[in-house]
């Protein structure tokens, strides 16, 4: 009996899950889940290649930032210099005024030509072997009134 009640039950479940997934799998990357409504819905971050950085004086010890699904990085910051990628450049970016640390070495606010990009650590972090530290970081971009905001993965080191 309660092997039929299950199998009555399974269509109801199967429609349920197609119903429901469409909707999640289409809800526009930055638009955070967490209450906290954001005015853009597509990133405006584009990758950054390891040239890139390394151009913009942001390689070395410090942090960069990508979406945990792709693993591009989208942000990168080293000592007192930043960099993002918007579609029309590449932006570099100084330390705002009283922007605390992110990581020794680098900030957690930054500002550039009409950008403001803040990245914040939530949750823990884990180690990976002694130099490089990995956990979860809400960005925030703001650029000409339109605000973006994501969680993503923060890889600090060295």
Known sequence: MITAAVSLLAPVAALSLLATAPTLANMPVGVPRNGVGATASVAPLRPLSMA???KAGAAGTGCSWSLA??????FAAADDRAVVRLD???VHLRPAAGAGDLFPFTHDRWIGDSITVTVTPVGPSRWKG???NEGAADIEVRNGGRRW???GRLT???
């Open 52 to 54: 890139m950085v390394m």
């Open 69 to 74: 699904k792709d693993w591009r990085m989208l």
């Open 88 to 90: 029309s450049s590449i």
């Open 130 to 132: 002694t130099e490089v």
């Open 149 to 151: 905001i994501a969680r």
């Open 156 to 158: 600090c080191g060295s």
